[in-house]
Each structure stands twice: as structure tokens, then as C-alpha cells.
């Protein structure tokens, strides 16, 4: 146990350490701070910090730098290397570190554990640990255990912030999940957001943990789904989008995470889903569905490797496909599990080479280890000059507004393939591409 000697903060203003600067630790610090508390972030990766130090952010994501300054700047939130140092006398401390999926699909926890222990001996008295990682029922005793602290309480909370509007998702959640045994802590912990109005559920910690796969495994489904009917609706002549608007207008349906697209990615969703699927091996039961989402969603990136195949004369030998849009999604630079690498990986192994072009990425990014198998470019008109088929795999805006005149100039057949359903059909058309969306003609 370590004393601290810093003054008490202002009444409703709480102590917090925030454990991880990545994408769910930095705009929970951000809001933390911008709701009035004094928020310590650790982040021991020197690159992230010295960035953050800059007041800059190390991951794109709108309105997170000046969020970050702002709270640099009145000395709200502050930066440190060591976990340890951060959670001196913090009455909260948030977990946010990486649970990344193991060969078995199972979530690794030792960057959990191991931030567990460098913390026990320094939490003050009567800490409340929160855990935000998306982490396998069980986890909050495991952390408990590890601290070995009884005067420690470990609470669940988990995150369903997206990417890319991860600051306007943690200001205004939908919901809050507080899962715990002791109860008044879990209340004490849904304080902290503000007075957001989102409805608060309190629950046991198991629940809470499983809250969040649950969560995260029925949008898989929900994608699944529109996805498998887009490909119906291919094969049947009918339009996805005019589907997507028939079902949507059934208040039990909604319109919401129904765009046809390449596949589902990101750093949550696959590895949420196989993680459900491990939980629920290990306890005996099977969940088909979520299997069948994911078998579905590998489905869906085949199919439209398929569809460039056909826009391409049906090889890929002496193909080049150009690329636009390598993240997961728009508005993010996180390229984790992006179905245009898996997409683009596919294409090369059948023989094509790609040049690719995506907002977030620049020449100088081109060792990364996961663009290995592409060729990217400074803009978008280079990247598709020359090539036999323009495959769209991100919704970046920008690509709606491209000059698709000019680029009829600069491909070497005009073919396009839009995985996203973002352009005018009939205005490629007219232009004299050759055009293919997603469950629509
Ligand atoms: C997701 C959950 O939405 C969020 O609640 C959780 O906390 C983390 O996982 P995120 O990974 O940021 O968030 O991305 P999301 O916007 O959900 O998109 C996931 C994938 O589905 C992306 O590949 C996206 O392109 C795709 N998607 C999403 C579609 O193809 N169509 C849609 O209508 C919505």
C-alpha cells in the first residue's frame, strides 16, 4: 500500500487512473477528464506517450486531440509511464489494456493480469478497480484474485464505444453496464459518466461480462444477416437497399448496422464473436449462430473476391486491382482484422497485385508488416492508374467524390467493384465503367 499526499479533489470530483492509452483508454481518459475528474493515464509504450505529450493523439479519432489537450491544459489529465505510478491514491482505476485473441479464439488475458499485479501494492485503500478490456466471464474474480487486495473492489463496466465516433459514443452512451457483487460500488462507478441520462443497468459482474459479447456477437449476426440477403438479392434480381428500407420501417427491425458491405472487421467484432464461441465451448454448449455469422462473414469476403474476379475477365494473372480504402472501416486508421487485407490477401494469392490508396495511410507507412502484400500511394488517382478493376472497400466519403472522368483516363479497363454500395451506379455507367455493388445491380 502506498500514501498519498496530494490534496483531496473538489466534492464529486474523483481520483482516476486510466491503465492503456489505446482506443478504449484514451477517450475514456479524455471524458473522464472532461466530466470534471482528475484522470492520471499510463500508457507504457514511450512512442504513444511522447505523442500524447505533443498533445497530440496517437490514433485518429474525431474530436479526441483537442478533448486530450483540453484536459492537459487545466491540468485535469496528465500522462505517465507506469501504472504503478498513475493509480497513487486514486480512488478508481480503470483497466483498459489489450485482450488479444489467442490461437484457440479464446481472449488472452496477460496484459490484464499483468497490469493487475504492478498495481496491487501501490491501489490506496478501498480502490475500486474498473475493468473496461472485453474479457471472458470470470475475469473480474481473476483480476480480484490476482490483486489479493479485500479492500479492493473489482468491478465490471464494459465499453461499447465505436471507433471513430468513440468521443461522442462515451459522452452520450446508449447504456451503461456496471456489473458487480457489491452493488453501491457499481452504483458509485455508473457516477462517474455525468449525468448523461443513458439508462444505467446494474448487474452481477458475470452478466456485465457477458453483456458485452452479447452485444457485440448480434450485430456480427445483424451483418451477417443483411449480408446473406444482399447475395440473395443478387441471385434473385433484387435490391438490398430497397430491402434494407422494407424491413427497416419495422420498429422491431430498424435501420441501424444493416449496410451490405465486404465483411465485417475490427479489433472487436472477430474477436468477440470467436471468443463467445470459446466461452461457450467451454461450458458446454454451442452457439450456432454466432458460428454461422462468423462462417457467414468469410463467406461474404469470398464473395466479393469473386466479383472482382468476373470484373477482372476471370483472372487475376497480369491483373492489377486498385484498392481504395484499407481500414476496417471509414474514419478510423486501425487496419486490425480489415476485411480489405483479408480481401486484398486473397486477391495477390490468386495471382493479382494491388495498388492501394486509404486516406490514413501514406508512402512513409509502407513497411508496415500488414501492407506487405500491397502497394499503396499517395492518392487514389495513382493508385488505380493502370489498373483492370477499382475495387471500393471502405466507405471513406471522399471516394464518392472522386473525378471518375479522370480516372476513366487513367485505368487500363473501367471496371469498378463497390463493396460498399457508396457510388452512383448510373453515373460510373455513363462514364463507361462497368459497375458491381453489393445485392444491387
Ligand atoms: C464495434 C461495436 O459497434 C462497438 O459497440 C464495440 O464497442 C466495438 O466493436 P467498431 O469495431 O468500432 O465497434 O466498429 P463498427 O462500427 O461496429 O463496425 C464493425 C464492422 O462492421 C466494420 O467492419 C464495419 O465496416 C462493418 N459494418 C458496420 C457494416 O458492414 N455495415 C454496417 O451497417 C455497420
Known sequence: MTTDRSPMPKAGVRRIAVVGAGYVGLPTAAVLSHHGHMVTLAERDERRLEILRQGRSPIVEHG??????????????????????????????????????????????????????????????????????????GTVGLIERVL????????????????????????????????????????????????????VVITDAT????????????LATKLTFINTMAGLCEAVGADVLDLVLGIGYDKRIGFEF????????????????????????????????????????????????????????????????????LSFKANTGDRRDSPALSITKMLVAAGASIRAFDPTVTTADADQPDLAHVTVFDSAYEAVTGTHVIALLTEWQEFRWLDYSKIRGLVANPAIVDARNLLESGLVHRLGFSYSGIGRS
Not at 483540453?70 to 505517465?80: Q, Y
Not at 497490469?115 to 474479457?135: Q, R, W, Y
Not at 452478466?207 to 448480434?218: M, P, Q, R
Not at 462473414?297 to 469470398?302: H, K, V, W, Y
Open 258 to 325: 444493416l449496410r451490405p458491405g465486404p465483411g465485417w472487421g475490427g479489433s472487436c467484432l472477430p474477436k468477440d464473436t470467436a471468443a463467445l464461441v470459446a466461452i461457450s465451448n467451454a461450458a458446454g454448449y454451442d452457439v450456432s449462430i454466432v458460428r454461422g455469422a462468423i462462417s457467414g462473414n468469410d463467406e461474404q469476403m469470398r464473395r466479393v473476391v469473386a466479383k472482382i474476379a468476373t470484373a477482372a475477365g476471370g483472372t487475376f494473372r497480369d491483373r492489377t486491382i486498385g484498392v481504395l480504402g
Open 148 to 199: 489479493g487486495r479485500a479492500d479492493v473492489v473489482t468491478v465490471s463496466n464494459p465499453e461499447f464505444l465505436r471507433e471513430g465516433t468513440a468521443v461522442a459514443d462515451s459522452l452520450s452512451p446508449d447504456r451503461v453496464v456496471v456489473g458487480a457483487d457489491d452493488r453501491e460500488a457499481a452504483a458509485r462507478v455508473a457516477e462517474l459518466f455525468g449525468d448523461s441520462g443513458a439508462p
Open 207 to 218: 452478466t456485465s461480462e457477458l453483456i458485452k459479447y452479447a452485444s457485440n456477437a448480434f
Open 64 to 137: 479526441l486531440e483537442e478533448m486530450l489537450k483540453d484536459g492537459m491544459s487545466t491540468g485535469r489529465l496528465r500522462t505517465v509511464r507506469s501504472a504503478a505510478e498513475a493509480v497513487v491514491g486514486a480512488e478508481f482505476v480503470f483497466l483498459c489494456v489489450e485482450t488479444p485473441q489467442s490461437a484457440d479464439g479464446s481472449a488472452d488475458l496477460s496484459f490484464i493480469t499483468a497490469a493487475a499485479s504492478e498495481i496491487a501494492p501501490h491501489l490506496a485503500d478501498g480502490a475500486i478497480i474498473v475493468n473496461k478490456s472485453t474479457v471472458p466471464v
